[in-house]
T-cell receptor
């Protein structure tokens, strides 16, 4: 079974802090994705990566950056957390461009 | 702009059939996917339609009409465990980039 893990289920940070969310997949997938999920808005793509050290902006990249130094790991960075970044963050991976995405359990981030 | 429209809530009884519609307007289109998400859980893949027509997988079927920019998910013989949110998602470009709808919350009652 494909397994996508995220470093924390719940996280509480203060405004202005730098926040790192980690995601690891164990199936040698090419593509990895970061989404945020908010009630009534569905899942919105923040960034994705199609190869090591490669990244592309999604639909809502402002205030975020990403890092992919190894194939299995994709990190989401909030350079200076703000209260409007309080959300559920979901990581996903897919083998290639034509296959299903597998999601991690999510990290519920609260910024105070 | 790019948008996907699906009903916010649907209610049905056990054993019934329910159809969740999705209309989309996107700059590119490679296919339509459906994902299921139980409360507190991760989204899980249900189906993918790249071509027009009906795809059947057990109790679930998915339909696509590219000319109408429309698709639906059909759930038959509903069970309580089908109570969840269902998201349609369009693959709009390369690298498997998906645009998700806001989701439909399905409540199945005895």
């Amino acid at each position: 079974d494909v397994k996508v893990t995220q470093s924390s289920r719940y996280l509480v940070k203060r405004t202005g802090e730098k926040v790192f969310l980690e995601c690891v997949q164990d199936m040698d997938h090419e593509n990895m994705f970061w989404y945020r999920q908010d009630p009534g808005l569905g899942l919105r793509l923040i960034y994705f990566s199609y190869d090591v050290k490669m990244k592309e902006k999604g639909d809502i990249p402002e205030g975020y950056s990403v890092s992919r130094e190894k194939k299995e790991r994709f990190s989401l960075i909030l350079e200076s957390a703000s209260t409007n970044q309080t959300s559920m963050y979901l990581c996903a991976s897919s083998l290639n461009r034509d296959t299903e995405q597998f999601f991690g359990p999510g990290t519920r981030l609260t910024v105070l | 702009g790019q948008s996907l429209e699906q009903p916010s809530e649907v209610t049905a009884v056990e054993g019934a059939i329910v159809q969740i519609n999705c209309t989309y307007q996107t700059s590119g289109f490679y296919g339509l996917s459906w994902y299921q998400q139980h409360d507190g859980g991760a989204p899980t893949f249900l189906s993918y339609n790249a071509l027009d027509g009906l795809e059947e997988t057990g109790r679930f079927s998915s339909f696509l009409s590219r000319s109408d920019s429309y698709g639906y998910l059909l759930l038959q013989e509903l069970q309580m465990k089908d109570s969840a949110s269902y998201f349609c998602a369009v693959r709009s470009g390369g690298y498997n980039k998906l645009i998700f709808g806001a989701g439909t919350r399905l409540a199945v009652h005895p």
